[in-house]
């Protein structure tokens, strides 16, 4: 009876431990691998520029004075404000915030904008999947003479996502594998909505930059796009097959509006 009794501890001690063992590895592979995704540890006014308010761990790019694909003339330099719900209107305050009490605002009227978000993430698995996922309010107005109006052109804003090896230069299809691109004519509803943009990339280094890019090809009234609750998790899937430096498939997708 006894040799039965331990026999039985065991098989249930076992199983208890797979249960563990698992739920550890689910809890693992859900861990936010970005340094500062809700913009709640402070930021820096990047390259001394008083307009350019950035999120500690995080480093803007933007164009000025260049046009780019289809663009109506000239991007200018955006605005960025690390914004506390506090100085929030309350319809506001439920609206652009998703994590905690701050959001990015990037901004610019009457001129096109493209600009993008960029982190250096380190001790990525090589050949491991990743998730980087991007909650973006895409705040373009056409017109405010009746309440902001959305403009009528779907393919004027565009937001894509990306991830190249560390010392990628903005923008190098070659090096960075980016997501498709999102657009009011891709997925909806886009403007004046809260999509959460996802791509999966494999990581083909330890080192990678991953990129949050937003534009608005028209000089509109306003330009603008608040991001909040960022975040890059490690998927269950491994590809054995990739070796540092290898190129990756592009892949993206729109998990939900909010």
Known sequence: MKVKQIALLTVIAGILFALLSLTNRQVTAQEN????????EGYFNQDGIPEIAVPNG?????????TFTRSN???ARPETVVWNIKDAPPSEQT???????????IFKGWAPVYAALSQDVTGLEVGRKYRLAAPIFI???????SGKKAPDD???????????????AWRDENAINYSGLWTAGTISPFY??????????????????VWIEVGSKQPYINNGFFIDGLSLTALDEVDPGVSAGAGTSPGGAVESNV
């Not at 691998?33 to 709640?40: K, M, Y």
């Not at 609206?95 to 605002?105: I, V």
């Not at 705040?139 to 003479?145: G, K, L, M, N, T």
């Not at 779907?154 to 990628?168: C, E, K």
């Open 33 to 40: 691998l970005l340094t500062n995704p809700g913009f709640e």
């Open 58 to 66: 995080w480093r803007m790019h933007w164009l000025d004075g260049q």
């Open 73 to 75: 003339g000239a991007a």
């Open 95 to 105: 609206l652009f915030f998703r994590d905690g009490s701050y959001a990015l605002k």
């Open 139 to 145: 705040d373009i107005v056409e017109d405010y003479s």
């Open 154 to 168: 779907l393919d004027a804003g565009q937001v894509r996502l990306g991830a190249g090896p560390t010392g990628s």
């Open 192 to 209: 004046l909505a809260y999509p959460v943009f996802i791509h999966d990339f494999t990581a083909t280094s330890e080192n990678m930059t």
